[in-house]
């Protein structure tokens, strides 16, 4: 099936305006997962979900920074009043439950989107 | 908390040398460990991963790490590289299924033909 898909795949931002990024997990997989990918680092954990519910987001790092998942399947992320510091790769993952798969420990990764803000 | 340190940000293989990445972790408590892989402008891509048994395992495209717990290590090894293994690869970890990762800073493996 479909894997992981994130859109837009590139956004421009001028500095001070609101963006959204949405991610579009693998359909009936329970967990998501938005990290934050700065140039040359490994991906940093911002936020997750299982279903609706944000059962963790201490790695936002501010509170210009809000995700959603209000019907347990796709997911947004919101940024506002961007700053040359939000400029990164934001990547999305999901995963699947125990009794859904083998796979449940594995997170699939969407091809992110790139973020720059001038 | 856990953390990994992925030793070397830059290595460069002949074509058909060994390639060794080098993961160790910390974790007060016996840790899942992941190896990704990231092509330009791609997502990651899951190479191998440990969670239970077995301490050798076998991945996608000929790669296989071993888990060592008195090293807490998790060193990434392919007998033969490739020029297609040219990419980004990332050491993770994290305590149990379905809970977020916490990735290393990346190694940058190049391939010389």
């Known amino acids: 099936g479909a894997g992981v898909s994130q859109s837009p795949r590139y956004k421009v931002a001028k500095r001070g305006q609101d963006v959204a990024l949405r991610c579009d997990p693998i359909s009936g997989h329970v967990s998501l997962f938005w990290y934050q990918q700065a140039l040359g680092q490994g991906p940093e954990f911002l936020t997750y979900f299982q279903n609706e519910a944000q059962l963790d987001k201490s790695g936002l790092p501010s509170d210009r920074f809000f995700a959603e998942r209000p019907e347990g399947s796709v997911s947004t992320l919101k940024i506002q009043r961007t700053q040359q510091e939000d400029s990164a790769v934001y990547l999305c993952?999901?995963?699947?439950?125990?009794?859904?798969?083998?796979?449940?420990?594995?997170?699939?990764f969407g091809p992110g989107t790139r973020l720059t803000v001038l | 908390a856990q953390s990994v340190t992925q030793l070397g940000s830059h290595v460069s293989v002949s074509e058909g040398a060994l390639v060794l990445l080098r993961c160790n972790y910390s974790?007060?408590?016996?840790?899942?460990l992941f190896w990704y892989v990231q092509y330009p402008n791609q997502g990651l891509q899951l190479l191998l991963k440990?969670?239970?048994?077995?301490?050798l395992v076998k991945g996608i495209n000929g790669f296989e790490a071993e888990f060592k717990k008195s090293e807490t290590s998790f060193h990434l090894t392919k007998p033969s590289a490739h020029m297609s293994d040219a990419a980004e690869y990332f050491c993770a970890v994290t305590l149990r299924g379905n809970t977020p990762l916490v990735f290393g800073k990346g190694t940058r493996l190049s391939v010389i033909a």
């Open positions: 974790s007060s408590v016996p840790p899942y």
């Open positions: 993952a999901s995963s699947p439950t125990r009794r859904q798969a083998l796979s449940y420990n594995e997170q699939f």
């Open positions: 440990y969670t239970t048994g077995a301490t």
